[in-house]
């Protein structure tokens, strides 16, 4: 393994480009500590050693962010807004036929629906920053801490917040693009996987002393079978083979090869889980703005937080179907049979077996439709894994081996991974990976 690291970086470009996005997470990390302008950091550090905080969708968010949303840092934000902004840019794609268009124009119409992307982020940090400076200033953020976050509690002090809050999901969504450019991998890939691992430390030293020595090598070991779990199944494809026949183009002769269309077990990625967290987040605030003037809560808004806990069967229950309804969604629209038949018939490419055009489509749809379930149930087991380990082991609900953050950190790892070993194999027979 280190001589692997000391060949990358013994390669100038590499090496420059590696210490350029060391340079930027640095960057990133220390403002991830830098409080936004009217908070109290000292009335902050008291309230989180206090240990609660709203939970559900702002404890998501905050895993997103490295811990800077209940910082109530210039980045508590963190990506999250450029997150949701992709995802609804990308589902835009069905209803609007002229994004779908763009997306079909090649290098200039990806510009272009990037620069939609970035707006729609300007818009969603600005609604995301009004929220949380309005739970800082109520002291919904954290209900347990009677301090006041926010002292003074002017116009101008507010609005400086929340323009400074958007700032910071733009300066991150920059340094982000900036990583992808000059860089190694995806920049928003990168930062989501630093903020997410600057939280495991903490998560095991928590467990370390609140468990044991015994229970922390356990949850290591298990640990250690999820992430191999994990990249198993994100390495599995379906292997799809396409025969393209010989055709002339001029006085040259090309075609006749074989290749495969790759069709990953796990289509749909952590998308299903992202979006079934969210919703299912959103009882739990609904609750929170409903309770009476004397602080108890109406009999209905009772019974939906207790079975709206993550504890609750029937949260686990309609945690699972709502993420293998999300994986067929989502397969549905990021993956078009039809698209990829016509594409294949143009440059004379087939399934053995299978007629080009409708039956092509159809079969591909058929296999689609069975891959995506297998798919669908391992999603939903990882990410049941923290509930599960809080109901079983009284451990931790940011249980680090589960849910999104295993699934996002293995996913970007082995990316990034090829990306250097493929820019390895460019200069050198050698890659990264013997």
Known sequence: MFSAIARVFRTPDLRNKLLFTLGIIAIYRVGVFIPAPGIDYSNVQQCLAMGETTGGLYSFVNLFSG??????????????????????????????????????????????????????????????????????????????????????????VILLMIITLTAGTSLIMWMGELITERGIGNGMSILIFVSIASGFPSAMGSILQAQGVMPFIG???????????????EQSQRRIPVQYAKRTVGRRT?????????????????????????????????????????????????????????????????????????????????????????????????IPGIRAGKPTAEYLQYVISRITLPGALYLAFVALIPLIAFVLFNADQSFPFGGTSILIMVGVGLETVKQINAQMQQRNYEGLLR
């Not at 995301?128 to 109520?138: F, S």
């Not at 090309?254 to 495969?260: A, K, M, P």
């Open 67 to 156: 811990g800077a949303l209940l910082q109530v840092s210039i980045f508590a934000m963190g990506i999250m807004p450029y997150i949701t902004a992709s995802i609804i840019t990308q589902l835009l794609r069905v209803v609007i036929p002229h994004f779908e268009t763009l997306h079909k124009e090649g290098q200039a119409g990806q510009a272009k629906l990037t620069q939609y992307t970035r707006y729609l982020t300007i818009a969603l940090a600005l609604l995301q920053g009004t929220t949380l400076v309005t739970l800082a200033r109520t002291g919904s953020l954290f209900p347990s801490c009677s301090l006041p976050l926010v002292p003074e509690d002017s116009l101008i």
């Open 254 to 350: 090309v075609g006749g090869t074989s290749t495969y269309i790759p069709l990953k077990l796990n289509m749909a990625n952590v998308i299903p889980v992202i979006f079934a967290s969210s919703i299912l987040a959103l009882p739990q605030m609904l609750v929170q703005f409903n309770q009476n003037d004397d602080g108890t809560l109406p009999q209905w808004a009772m019974w939906l937080q207790e079975h709206s806990s993550t504890s609750s069967p029937y949260y686990m229950a309609v945690y699972t179907l709502m993420i293998i309804g999300f994986s067929y969604f989502y397969v549905a629209i990021t993956f078009n049979p039809v698209e990829v038949s016509d594409n294949m018939k143009q440059y004379g490419g087939f």
């Open 219 to 233: 949850v290591l070991l298990v640990g250690m079978l999820i992430v191999a779990l994990v990249v198993f199944v």
